[in-house]
Structure formats: C-alpha cells, structure tokens
C-alpha cells in the first residue's frame, strides 16, 4: 500500500464513523417518545383490551341536539355520541375510562363534561360490561374528517402505559335530529 494510500485510511475510517453516527441520531426518538403511550386498537371481534380496560364501540351517531330525559338536560350544537361496552380486564383497580379523546385531522378533542352522567369515570367489573356513552362537541364547522376515539385509564398522561384507539370517519357517521344520552347501565349492549 503507498504512503498516500495509508494516511487516507483514517480518514475513509473516520467518515464512515460520522456517517454512522449520523444514521443513529437520524433513527433515535427523542426523548418524550421514549414514555409516549402504546396504542391498542380492536381485534377482529370489535374489542381492544388495554391494561385496564377492554371495550368495544356499539354506536356512534352525529347530532344537532343531544337529551337526558330524566334529569331535565338539553344542549344543543355539533355532536359527536359514541355507545361504548366496556369492562375491567382482569382487575378492577383503576378500571374506568378517566380520558376519552377524539382527535379529528390533528385537532383533539375531550369528552364533553356538559352531559349529568357519561361513561368517563364510570367504575368498571371484570366480566361485566357497563354500557354507557361519550358525547363530544364539536365546533359549528367540523362536519367531516378522520381521526380516532383515544380511551385510557384514570391517568391523564398515560406514559409507558397503553390508549385504545378506535378509528373515526365523520362521513361515514350517521346523522339523527336529537340523542338521548343514558346512564351507564351494567349489562350486554
């Protein structure tokens, strides 16, 4: 090998490093990616099962109006109302729904607090299903679009622990003139 060609040698060396280095940093996730939560969506059956919660989506319906007949409520606007089975999968230590999101073309989107009884917080019994319901208001303008139904447990920053994500299509959801939103009730769908 001639002297040019043995002092070229660290240098081919030393850049392929660099070009090493750089693929690794390029491939890395950053820091706040390493606690993000895992996403669990539904088997074939319908049913995603998390840590603390297994559920399955029964409705879900667009309306100008939502109900509870009972308790004498009433809001109007763009509504989002989604029928949930759910239940504790082998525990009932922090089995319930504590964060129920819908992001809509990168927009999210909580559970609306407005309703007197939602599924959110509801407590849960392994084996039995509590059927309940969400409702999301949505702004004036959102008529269509696609995103996901995001349900964790009781903690509102899930890190290292999974969300179960349902897929959402605005356009593919049926439109009714008014809901009326019910007690999460024990019992099949």
Same mark, same amino acid.
């Given at each position: 090998?001639? +002297?040019?060609?043995?002092?070229?040698?660290?240098?081919?060396?030393?850049?392929?490093?660099?070009?090493?280095?750089?693929?690794?940093?390029?491939?890395?996730?950053?820091?706040?990616?390493?606690?993000?939560?895992?996403?669990?969506?539904?088997?074939?059956?319908?049913?995603?099962?998390?840590?603390?919660?297994?559920?399955?989506?029964?409705?879900?319906?667009?309306?100008?109006?939502?109900?509870?007949?009972?308790?004498?409520?009433?809001?109007?606007?763009?509504?989002?109302?989604?029928?949930?089975?759910?239940?504790?999968?082998?525990?009932?230590?922090?089995?319930?729904?504590?964060?129920?999101?819908?992001?809509?073309?990168?927009?999210?989107?909580?559970?609306?607090?407005?309703?007197?009884?939602?599924?959110?917080?509801?407590?849960?019994?392994?084996?039995?299903?509590?059927?309940?319901?969400?409702?999301?208001?949505?702004?004036?303008?959102? +008529?269509?679009?696609?995103?996901?139904?995001?349900?964790?447990? +009781?903690?509102?920053?899930?890190?290292?622990?999974?969300?179960?994500?349902?897929?959402?299509?605005?356009?593919?959801?049926?439109?009714?003139?008014?809901?009326?939103?019910?007690?999460?009730?024990?019992?099949?769908?």
């Amino acid at each position: 090998m001639s +002297r040019r060609a043995r002092r070229a040698v660290p240098w081919f060396f030393g850049a392929g490093l660099l070009a090493v280095a750089a693929v690794v940093t390029a491939i890395t996730p950053p820091d706040a990616a390493l606690r993000d939560p895992f996403a669990v969506g539904a088997a074939d059956d319908g049913i995603a099962t998390s840590r603390t919660l297994a559920a399955a989506v029964v409705d879900v319906d667009r309306t100008g109006r939502i109900t509870m007949a009972d308790e004498g409520w009433e809001a109007e606007g763009n509504w989002l109302v989604v029928t949930l089975s759910v239940s504790a999968p082998t525990t009932e230590v922090d089995a319930a729904i504590g964060v129920a999101s819908l992001l809509i073309d990168g927009r999210l989107f909580q559970a609306s607090e407005r309703p007197p009884a939602t599924l959110v917080g509801t407590d849960l019994r392994v084996g039995t299903d509590t059927v309940g319901m969400l409702a999301f208001e949505l702004p004036a303008d959102l +008529r269509s679009g696609t995103g996901e139904l995001r349900l964790s447990g +009781r903690y509102p920053t899930p890190e290292l622990d999974d969300v179960i994500v349902f897929p959402v299509d605005l356009a593919d959801v049926p439109t009714a003139t008014a809901v009326e939103i019910d007690e999460p009730r024990l019992g099949a769908p």
